[in-house]
């Protein structure tokens, strides 16, 4: 305990240091006007500006003195199997009585291109509550249902009655998959929940005509055997469930309040055509090294992460087409370049080394960080934990930090002896129902067994802050309006950023590495 609080002076000294490197976040800035500017074009996997950004980011490593850590130079390309929906040549309609009801995409429901979709498909139509199997939790929504060549219908999310790193971890294509292929699912249709969506429907609507990649190696490709995945309008929503005696009202009710959904046949049989341009293209990811200086701890690593795609040009929102991602996530890039230069300026040592990785793809399914995870340039075993950094939302004074996956390793106990000097609060999740935990990279982490925190800016429950936030998700997530002429609070980035790397150093500067609690449902990863 005497070594952990000399640790814990020299990180507040640290921290000092950063502070007087960066006193209020314009360099952090600086970062952000270079990758989100207009000229960059949104950063979308595989394009020119993706590229362009990528070389910035290594250029800016190289010239902090961190060393190429990728398979070429700084980069680790991946391939991706690439695809887009053309709507002109597409259709759904839902069959009822032999009577067909033509739905218009968008207004009623849209194509999910992240699901390879076959040319056509028609199949019976069963509502499946939230399609979710939860063995830990003796949950199945699909259990006893005859769902062999029939598509399911669900509500978007998962019951409050499991834990929320639990529900959200058996909400991933790579977890429903050995479920739903042996119920002999043919494919899904999911109702988005109003109630917890983070963009209204509009907006929503308007990502059908982003690209979507997959990498092209087989062990990627979690949803092959389904054949069609459709996201529907809530409002909608009941024109599916017509004659089945239910209605959508009464299903959000019962989800509000954490009942069970029922489950029940539906009337209609989906009839669907689908048009899709297939593609190959590359991107990477860019990857460096700050070399540790024990020598018996300088071969392990602590990863910092964060995502350098945003999701490029798009459909116009005010007549503006340029998705910029200045918040998702060119500020997180921001941080880590942030701290390179902290590193180098300020001289300081590291007993471990740190591994800097910026991933392509994650706008696409967290697709670059999951390559990265399956072919790391480092020997797995010798990464010792990962800190990601995506969309910290520095919109107001930064006194509390939401940290996700808090209880799972004793990177949690950590990040709090490192905050408390900082006089920063830290809490857990507390919106678990956004499934924050599996939708940014840290998760890709965890699935290999390396303990893993993504933290955020923190709010409390019906607070000014928690409205602050709801409002920039409703307005600018996913919007043309993240860009650089939004509000923004430099100094609150700049204490971010200093918890980030006195967290950094905490974990570098340990002896002993971070361990998975062991209650924690991930550590089953690590064995």
């Not at 003195?65 to 390309?77: D, H, S």
């Not at 593609?279 to 090294?289: D, F, G, K, Y």
């Not at 798009?314 to 910029?324: A, L, M, S, V």
Request: a neutral charge; glycine letters at 8%; one cysteine or more.
């Amino acid at each position: 305990m005497k070594r952990f609080g000399i640790l814990l002076l020299s990180l507040v000294a640290a921290a000092a240091l950063f502070a007087a490197s960066a006193p209020d976040g314009k360099r952090w800035w600086s970062y952000i006007e270079a990758l989100a500017n207009d000229q960059m074009q949104g950063r979308d996997t595989g394009s020119e500006s993706y590229r362009k950004a990528a070389q910035y980011v290594a250029a800016q490593f190289e010239r902090d003195g961190l060393a190429a850590a990728g398979v070429q130079g700084y980069f680790q390309p991946v391939k991706f199997d690439a695809r887009k929906i053309v709507e002109a040549e597409s259709s759904l309609e839902l069959i009822r009585n032999g009577k067909p009801e033509v739905l218009k995409f968008g207004d009623d429901a849209f194509i999910n291109i992240r699901v390879d979709p076959a040319d056509s498909v028609e199949a019976p139509l069963v509502f499946a509550g939230y399609g979710l199997t939860v063995p830990e939790a003796k949950y199945d929504d699909l259990a006893g249902l005859d769902l062999k060549g029939k598509i399911i219908v669900t509500l978007g999310g998962s019951p409050n009655s499991i834990p929320g790193p639990l529900r959200a971890h058996y909400q991933t294509n790579a977890e429903r998959r050995p479920f739903l292929e042996r119920a002999g699912v043919a494919g899904t249709v999911t109702i988005q929940n109003p109630h917890t969506a983070d963009v209204p429907w509009g907006r929503t609507a308007l990502s059908r005509f982003q690209e979507s990649m997959t990498p092209a190696e087989q062990q990627f490709q979690d949803t092959r055997n389904l054949k069609i995945s459709i996201t529907v309008n809530p409002d909608r929503a009941d024109k599916w469930l017509a004659g089945s005696g239910h209605t959508f009202a009464e299903l959000l009710a019962l989800a509000d309040k954490g009942q069970p959904l029922p489950r029940f046949p539906l009337t209609a049989t989906l009839r669907a055509k689908a048009k899709a341009v297939r593609r190959q293209v590359e991107s990477p990811n860019v990857i460096a090294a700050f070399p540790g200086s024990d020598p018996n701890l300088k071969n392990e690593y602590v990863v910092l992460s964060a995502h350098l795609d945003h999701v490029g040009v798009g459909e116009p929102i005010n007549g503006d087409r340029i998705y910029n991602g200045a918040m998702d996530d060119a500020s997180g890039v921001a941080t880590l370049l942030d701290i390179a230069q902290t590193l180098r300026d300020s001289q300081i040592k590291t007993r471990r080394s740190l591994l800097f990785v910026v991933v392509c793809g994650e706008e696409k399914g967290l697709q670059g960080s999951r390559f990265f995870a399956a072919h790391p340039t480092v020997e797995r075993s010798r990464m010792v934990a990962d800190i990601n950094t995506d969309m910290f939302l520095p919109l107001y004074p930064f006194h509390l930090a939401t940290v996700h996956g808090l209880n799972e390793s004793t990177l949690g106990d950590t990040v709090r002896e490192v905050a408390k000097p900082l006089g920063v609060e830290i809490q857990d999740d507390p919106a678990p129902q956004r499934n924050v935990f599996i939708r940014s990279d840290q998760y890709n982490f965890i699935r290999a067994g390396i303990p893993a925190l993504k933290i955020d800016s923190g709010f409390k429950k019906g607070s000014r802050e928690e409205a602050i936030e709801k409002a920039w998700l409703t307005e600018r997530y996913h919007a043309p309006s993240d860009d650089l002429n939004q509000p923004v609070d430099l100094q609150a980035a700049a204490e971010y950023n200093r918890l980030i790397l006195a967290l950094a150093r905490a974990v570098a500067d340990n002896p002993a590495r971070p361990q998975w609690k062991s209650d924690s449902f991930f550590r089953r990863f690590a064995q």
